[in-house]
């Protein structure tokens, strides 16, 4: 920490301790285990433990190895990054990482990407401040009140925080463009977060941070005018220990203990959408992705052999014989039974919940649909049936319709697309082999 005077090097271990021991693990409670497994553990506040410690160490490998359980928490916390909602809170959630691997190598005595030394050093209560705090204090406040100040600090600081960031490679212009447009972003949010309704003592510690925010990003936009235009500004020592400081108590402990205080709002636990039942009757509703897929299964079909798939339909034989990983309520699918899915492997595998909301058995069709609950990352229905036309052929025929409810969904915009194509391809494929096997056991 070279660059920094001795009274800024104390102050930036304090807030650096903050920010992995109370910080860190208060917005993790605020999320939830929806969002982060064990959001509440006290792991978490452990590991940044160890890494408060590993700040006020002599530079060198007890220092980093103290500092490595912190990142590998935090490498956890880049990978809950698909299971949140809204873009603030997956920077909220991506950026300690960049923190956490500053701090291992400044304490280790490593240069990172060029960099080392009190920049390192900077770079880990940035990214615990403006990265977490700041974009999950965004990302909060946008789930209790949807206004325009909101949608504006949504839009606005993610990018700032990481516009800063990139600064730092590409130049201090650069990085006048990212304080400003972060400072735009927090002061919509720091006005928002004014008109909250809750305790006094709520109010009052959202005011503070809403203040403070307001005169500390000033500070910010001095200094970066002034590393961008040579124009007389702050030190880093001095920024450290005002705007630093300011910034971490003032505005992100105070903004997050005033959240926490406020009434919650417990998320419904049925369904996420309104028009339940669509797919059966086969008109969709508006606002939503439609999606119509016929796959054939085989031909010259009897109605015993749409019985007999129909059947391995409802009672997930389809699911499991296209290898698709599925942990039902119940042995068959019946209106009210929960189900959940996981696509992909292992500890990166996605729990994809949904609710069976109509089944049917006619002469003609076999099949039901489920809807999708809280967790799920589209909201929508989703039908599968086992149909049988009047030429005698059988097809495995999907009806959905959908929106993306993740902010990495609607990111991926057309790829969702194509990924569901995929996944029905390999549901039919399985069903394609029930209806096989129906095929040659009725031939033998």
Same mark, same amino acid.
């Given at each position: ?19 992995t021991v ?25 590991a ?21 359980p ?44 060029? @960099? ?18 700041? $974009? ?34 590409? !130049? ?13 972003? *927090? ?24 203040v ?9 936009? &001095? ?14 020592? &001095? ?42 009757a ?16 085989? !031909? ?7 019985? !007999? ?24 699918a019946?209106?009210? *039974? ?15 919940? $949904? ?28 039908? @599968? ?10 097809w ?5 319709? !959908? ?31 029930l209806?096989?096997?129906r ?6």
């Open positions: 920490m070279s660059e920094l005077s001795p009274v800024a090097e104390d102050a930036l271990r304090v807030v650096v301790g903050l920010g109370v910080v860190l693990p208060l917005g993790l409670r605020l999320l939830g285990d929806r969002a982060v497994p064990r959001s509440r553990s006290l792991l978490w506040p452990l940044g433990l160890l890494a408060a410690v590993s700040v006020w160490l002599p530079v060198g490998a007890p220092a980093a190895l103290l500092a490595t912190f990142a590998a928490a935090c490498l956890v916390l880049a990978v809950c990054t698909v299971r949140v909602r809204t873009f603030p809170v997956a920077v909220a959630l991506a950026t300690p990482l960049v923190g956490a691997a500053a701090l291992v190598a400044e304490r280790a005595g490593w240069g990172l990407l060029g @960099f080392s030394g009190g920049y390192l050093a900077l770079t880990v209560p940035h990214m615990l401040f403006a990265g977490f705090g700041a $974009c999950l204090v965004v990302g909060l406040v946008a789930q209790t009140t949807a206004t325009p100040l909101t949608r504006v600090a949504g839009v606005a600081v993610p990018p700032g925080v990481l516009l800063v960031l990139a600064g730092y490679f590409v !130049s201090d212009a650069a990085e006048l463009v990212g304080a400003v447009v972060l400072t735009a972003g *927090l002061w919509c949010a720091a006005a928002a977060t004014v008109g909250l309704v809750g305790s006094r003592t709520a109010r009052l510690l959202l005011r503070v941070g809403a403070t925010i307001a005169v500390s990003m000033l500070l910010a936009l &001095w200094w970066a005018v002034g590393e961008a235009t040579g124009l007389a500004h702050p030190s880093l020592s &001095w920024m450290a220990v005002t705007h630093g400081v300011a910034n971490a108590v003032g505005f992100v402990l105070c903004s997050l203990l005033g959240l926490r205080l406020l009434p919650t709002t417990p998320q419904p636990p049925g369904l996420t959408y309104a028009e339940i039942g669509a797919t059966q086969g008109r969709l509703p508006q606002g939503y992705r439609h999606l119509r897929v016929r796959h054939l299964l085989m !031909s010259g079909a009897t109605t015993l052999d749409l019985a !007999s798939v129909g059947d391995a339909l409802l009672r997930w034989r389809v699911h499991e014989a296209a290898l698709v990983q599925v942990l039902p309520d119940g042995p068959e019946v209106p009210g *039974l929960r189900v959940v899915s996981r696509p992909g492997a292992g500890p990166v595998s996605l729990p994809v919940p $949904c609710e069976v909301v109509w089944v049917e058995r006619t002469t003609d069709r076999v099949g039901f649909a489920y809807g999708t609950l809280p967790g799920h990352p589209f909201r929508g229905e989703e039908a @599968f049936t086992v149909e049988r036309d009047d030429a005698g052929d059988l495995f025929v999907v009806t959905a319709f !959908s929106v993306p409810d993740r902010w990495w969904v609607r990111l991926a915009g057309p790829l969702t697309v194509v990924g569901q194509r995929l996944y029905l391809r390999v549901l039919a494929r399985g069903a394609r082999r209806a096989v096997v095929q040659l056991g009725r031939v033998s």
